[in-house]
């Protein structure tokens, strides 16, 4: 099993900047990819950014240029830098760890962003 508990979130103006933890536990050894998702009120979730263990990674044409995914291994943490947010930014973000698929979620942080 693997635990993931994230942080972070909160309410920000429009234009302004978040920083989303991820802090992974128990059986990471195996995880190939952890990756942020986000869900907002009447939505379906969707994949915000991935990064693999070799580091690369993907983001969502929206959030490009604009979200930063990154990694300390040491820490066994993800983040998730968020600029210049908007409102559409507003939603419940997930941190997710995939193994065969995206295996593992956390519970989920709100971020709200004000115009």
């Known amino acids: 099993q693997v635990q993931l508990v994230e942080s972070g979130g909160g309410l920000v103006q429009a234009g302004g900047s978040l920083r989303l933890s991820c802090a992974a536990s128990?059986?990471?050894?195996?995880?190939?990819?952890m990756g942020w998702f986000r869900q907002a009120p009447g939505k379906q979730r969707e994949l915000v950014a991935i990064i693999t263990n070799g580091g690369m990674t993907t983001y969502a044409d929206s959030v490009k240029g604009r979200f930063t995914i990154s990694r300390d291994n040491a820490k066994n943490t993800v983040y998730l830098q968020m600029n210049s947010l908007k409102p559409e930014d507003t939603a419940v973000y997930y941190c997710?760890?995939?193994?065969?698929?995206?295996?593992?979620w956390g519970q989920g942080t709100q971020v709200t962003v004000s115009s």
């Open positions: 997710s760890a995939q193994r065969t698929w995206w295996d593992y």
């Open positions: 128990g059986s990471i050894l195996r995880i190939n990819a």
